[in-house]
């Protein structure tokens, strides 16, 4: 076992560690040690107050500027406010029945005091805080130990401040520092002139100047960097390592056939795209791509030529879609693109034709005992469906393809279950419709060669996006609802999205918080606005929306709901109406945020639009302007002009650039979230090393990483690099780097 790898209960004791383990997953030297500082301030440098977000834990340096003892009126005990300052804003600190703490809480003492922000008469308050005074008169342990250097402080607990936490940090240092091993090998380390680990780590909680920081930072960057991307060269490489069927389109084959019915021409992206696809299927290694792109850009008629290609080879493939309504909707139009050619075998269809069968968990039983015995005996070509896909009774004559829809959605597992269905490892393209910045791409799917779509077909009309104020100018709403009867009264179609459904039985505490329902199927996550989400009305929901609409502004109109907890038949059959243009206005939830592709629907409107992600929002508004007719996007929020909820709003509307957006978005989420979703199996996001800002670095650590990888794939010469990659990935999940 390694310095890192000791348990901090050694380092702290029992009780301490516990609190460091259950309120910040700090349970080993390694853990604590690798938790940096979330900023440093200097002795005499005062935390800015006017910057505090309500329901925030903070640690603040502040100096007290009054202290009052207050008793209760008509009973015993007090209170004692004290009032801090930063020398333009103030905060209050509350403590009930502890007027004893007058005696070292006086006014002109500086201190680091931590509390979670709240409210009370409109001024912002930490009751009960936790301190510690750094008066040097008084002599005290951090003040002496914070005197002439920056102070660190980091993210903490309620039960762990971060003078506390910096305690535990500093015995650290002492007792292991000088047995941390080295994982980057000596000659990178001389290449690129980085320092030693001990002592970046050294410098990165005790730095004696920002000097100081940045050395330990430029290394620490340069750790998390290399280590993930020998991780994802060795994926490769093992990858690489696989036999599999090559699988070559014929002349005159099935792809032929269908590229000749086209009705328009391929443009000079998806030609590009499909051709490096074309020649990795060709190889007799398992193709591993990821194809992304911009809303709109034809990445499924990629993959079905791909999927084509497999078939005329005479292998099968399938399309895992993450919701029945996007599986449905995938079957239904690749059916209608393919014409008779989806009907092979069967009467009237081509004889170079296969079949198309789809598979979901809620198909009834002579459907579904169907589409299992065309796949398995082979007749059907091509499958879509579900994580019904996945199950042990789905069996393929001969799997060569398995296209990965939205692959966010889907465990590293569940993929890997499908590939497994194969005799020799299946091709492999992942499709997402969110676009990721390269270096993000190059860190997050590493493993995996990258093509980008960025480029729109002919005919496909532009989208103008608008911001609608809500509470500022509520004339803006009502000529919203206008706009889409006007869209209809042209024949055309709209949709209006909404964050809840509106179903939900009612809790049995009001305070008692929901359970999070999946994506499709609830409201999104609002706590990407940073506000208290409980000084905020409950988000709009479908169902209540829908009956305001059509008692109101929509009366009169066609007007359908859509959500995921509806019956599976009810929602294709709302689907196939919309499709249809027997529906004229769509109330959904984000059901349809990906996939849905109804040509005539012109119109959206999003309720509450501050509560959905900025790349979300971009699917989402991707559902219009697919036709001949331009498309129309309304953004309605409640949220003030110049709150960071609408400057989202703004960005949203001001460019159709995805790629674009989704900087923006990461910008906002960190990288954290992003490898989270991701990269199944790894355990501490970054921490220092930033995808958007250190493109260098990144492109550079996966060259070193793949030349090492290639000379030493087992890291033989390498101990502490093959132990620090052992503590990126979660022991039990460590086959992710092993799988595809």
Same mark, same amino acid.
């Given at each position: ?11 702290v004791?029992?009780?301490t ?15 604590l040690?690798?938790?940096? @500082?979330?900023?440093?301030? +200097? =002795?005499?440098? *005062?935390?800015? %107050?006017? $910057?505090?977000?309500i ?7 502040a ?10 009126r ?18 209050s ?37 936790d ?53 980057? @090998?000596?000659?990178?380390? +001389? =290449?690129?002139? *980085?320092?030693? %680990?001990? $002592? ?5 909680h ?82 591993h791509?990821?194809?992304?792109g ?10 079905l ?38 009907e ?9 034709g296969t ?20 796949m ?18 789905v ?9 990965v ?10 993929r ?28 997050v ?12 077909p ?26 889409v ?9 709209a ?16 305070k ?26 409950p ?31 009810a ?20 059901v ?5 592709n ?20 971009h ?33 949203v509307?001001?460019?159709?650039d ?6 923006i978005?990461?910008e906002?989420?960190r ?70």
């Amino acid at each position: 076992m390694g310095a890192l790898d000791e348990p901090l209960t050694k380092l702290v004791g029992d009780r301490t560690a516990k609190v460091l383990a259950d309120s910040l997953k700090l349970r080993t030297v390694g853990d604590l040690l690798h938790h940096y @500082p979330r900023r440093y301030v +200097e =002795r005499g440098q *005062l935390t800015s %107050l006017d $910057e505090l977000e309500i329901d925030e834990h903070v640690t603040v340096l502040a100096r007290i500027e009054k202290v009052t003892l207050i008793p209760f009126r008509g009973r015993k005990g007090d209170r004692l406010e004290v009032v801090v300052t930063d020398g333009r804003s103030r905060l209050s600190l509350v403590f009930f029945n502890q007027g004893w703490r007058q005696k070292e809480l006086k006014a002109g003492a500086q201190g680091l005091f931590a509390g979670k922000v709240g409210v009370f008469n409109r001024t912002r308050q930490l009751v009960s805080p936790d301190y510690q005074l750094l008066d040097e008169d008084a002599g005290s342990d951090a003040a002496r130990q914070f005197a002439g250097r920056l102070i660190p402080v980091y993210g903490a607990s309620a039960q762990m401040p971060s003078w506390k936490l910096s305690l535990c940090v500093e015995m650290a240092l002492d007792s292991y520092l000088a047995k941390v091993g080295e994982p980057l @090998p000596a000659e990178l380390r +001389e =290449r690129h002139e *980085l320092i030693p %680990l001990p $002592e970046a780590l050294e410098l990165i909680h005790r730095p004696r100047g920002q000097a100081d920081r940045e050395r330990a930072q430029s290394r620490l960057r340069w750790d998390e960097a290399f280590v993930l991307q020998v991780a994802l060269a060795r994926r490769r490489a093992a990858d690489s390592a696989l036999p599999a069927k090559p699988r070559r389109a014929r002349d005159g084959g099935l792809l032929d056939a269908f590229d000749a019915r086209l009705p328009f021409t391929l443009t000079e992206g998806q030609r590009k795209v499909s051709a490096e696809i074309a020649a990795d299927l060709a190889t007799e290694h398992p193709m591993h791509r990821l194809l992304q792109g911009e809303v709109g850009s034809g990445k499924t008629l990629v993959a079905l030529r791909a999927m084509l290609a497999v078939v005329d080879a005479g292998g099968q493939a399938v399309l895992l879609a993450p919701t029945e309504v996007l599986a449905q909707q995938h079957h239904r139009s690749i059916v209608e693109m393919m014409g008779d050619l989806a009907e092979g075998g069967m009467l009237g269809g081509s004889d170079l034709g296969t079949r198309v069968v789809l598979l979901t968990g809620s198909m009834g039983v002579p459907a579904r005992r169907q589409a299992l015995l065309d796949m398995a005996c082979g007749d059907a070509g091509i499958a879509i469906g579900t994580h019904a896909l996945i199950e042990d009774k789905v069996q393929f004559q001969d799997l060569g393809l398995v296209v990965v829809d939205e692959q966010h959605r889907f465990g590293v597992e569940q993929r890997d279950a499908l590939r497994a269905k194969g005799e020799q490892p299946p091709h492999l393209l992942v499709m997402t419709a969110t676009p990721i910045p390269r270096t993000v791409a190059m860190t997050v799917f590493g493993d995996l060669e990258t093509s980008v779509l960025d480029q729109l077909p002919a005919g496909r009309s532009p989208i103008s996006t608008h911001v609608v104020p809500a509470l500022e100018k509520p004339n803006f709403l009502t000529r919203a609802w206008e706009r889409v009867r006007e869209e209809v009264g042209k024949g055309h179609q709209a949709y209006v999205v909404c964050p809840r459904i509106g179903d939900e039985e009612p809790a049995a505490d009001p305070k008692a918080k929901k359970k999070r329902k999946p994506a499709d199927e609830d409201f999104e996550d609002v706590a990407e606005q940073g506000t208290a989400s409980d000084e905020r009305r409950p988000p709009l929901s479908v169902v209540e929306t829908a009956e305001q609409l059509l008692k109101g502004p929509l009366s009169g109109l066609r007007v359908e709901i859509l959500h995921g907890r509806l019956a599976p038949e009810a929602k294709d059959e709302v689907m196939r109406r919309f499709t249809a243009g027997e529906v004229d206005v769509l109330v959904a939830t984000t059901v349809i945020e990906v996939g849905v592709n109804v040509p005539n629907s012109t119109a959206m409107v999003i309720m509450d639009a501050d509560r959905f992600g900025v790349s979300q929002l971009h699917q989402l508004r991707g559902r219009v302007g697919r036709g001949t007719a331009p498309g129309l996007c309304l953004l309605v929020s409640e949220m003030p002009a110049g709150s960071a909820a609408r400057a989202r709003l703004d960005a949203v509307a001001g460019t159709l650039d995805g790629f674009e957006l989704s900087r923006i978005d990461l910008e906002q989420r960190r990288e954290g979230d992003v490898l989270g979703q991701a990269q199944s199996g790894v355990k501490s996001s970054l921490k220092v090393l930033s995808v958007l800002e250190d493109e260098e670095v990144i492109l550079t650590a996966r060259t070193e990483a793949t030349r090492l990888v290639a000379e030493d794939p087992e890291l033989a010469a390498h101990p502490e690099l093959r132990t620090a990659l052992e503590s990126l990935l979660d022991e039990d999940r460590a086959a992710y780097m092993e799988k595809g």
